[in-house]
């Protein structure tokens, strides 16, 4: 029972152009959301994060939009560049007990051609 | 600089041995996580903990031990017990447990094999 799913596992986009990346989720519990961004063999890197809250959420090139009726959220790059090139995960987590913990997709790998 | 550091960066593991990956943070964060990452596949999580002394069991703890004697330090024990150690093996940490929304910052992780 995967709560948090990206079903695309690739994406390729030109330079230039708009990179949109979607994740999907199951779990109504679930109050924020973060992006995380990973180059082969290193650790992820935290890029952008939304409250439950909010339907938007901007950073430089980067937007993320959650459509929680949906429970669907996408991340948006523009525009996309070479140095995009890297695995992309979704991840959410809740507060209560469970507060701190978060679950990720599988992820979704990103190839921004020149 | 302020970090988290995973070693080491690689280990081989014989059958029936015990191993034990290193995770050492100096971002002063409460709470620390080891992951566990296979080919295509997300970050599943093994273990956590919040505070020192204390930790709970992820998804997937199995043949996997912790501990948390020092803030800074959360060391991962893969038992002979884990039948199917290998793996791409990742640390974290976050500045409190208690909320949702802190993001976690990763080591460069570990990558752990069977000879």
């Known amino acids: 029972d995967q709560q948090v799913k990206q079903n695309s596992p690739s994406l390729s986009v030109q330079e230039g152009r708009i990179s949109i990346l979607n994740c999907d989720y199951t779990?109504?519990?679930?109050?924020?959301f973060l992006w995380y961004k990973k180059y082969p063999a290193e650790g992820p890197t935290f890029l952008i994060s939304i409250s439950s809250i909010k339907d938007k959420n901007e950073d430089g090139r980067f937007t993320v939009f959650l459509n929680k009726s949906a429970k669907h959220l996408s991340l948006h790059i523009v525009p996309s560049q070479p140095g995009d090139s890297a695995v992309y995960f979704c991840?959410?987590?809740?507060?209560?007990?469970?507060?701190?913990?978060?679950?990720f997709g599988d992820g979704t790998t990103l190839t921004v051609k020149p | 600089d302020g970090g988290i550091t995973q070693s080491p960066k690689y280990l081989f593991r014989k059958e029936g041995q015990n191993v034990t990956l290193s995770c050492e943070q100096n971002?002063?964060?409460?709470?620390m996580y080891w992951y566990r990452q296979d080919p295509g596949q997300g970050l599943r999580l093994i273990y956590y903990?919040?505070?020192?002394?204390?930790?709970q069991k992820g998804d997937i703890a199995e043949g996997y031990s912790v501990s948390r004697e020092k803030k800074e330090s959360f060391p991962l024990t893969v038992t002979s017990a884990q039948k199917n150690p290998t793996a791409f093996y990742l640390c974290a940490s976050s500045r409190t447990g208690t909320r949702s929304n802190q993001p976690q910052h990763f080591g460069d992780g570990t990558r752990l094999s069977i000879l």
């Open positions: 903990s919040q505070i020192v002394n204390d930790f």
């Open positions: 991840a959410a987590s809740q507060g209560g007990t469970n507060a701190g913990k978060s679950t």
């Open positions: 971002l002063n964060h409460d709470a």
């Open positions: 779990n109504s519990m679930f109050d924020y």
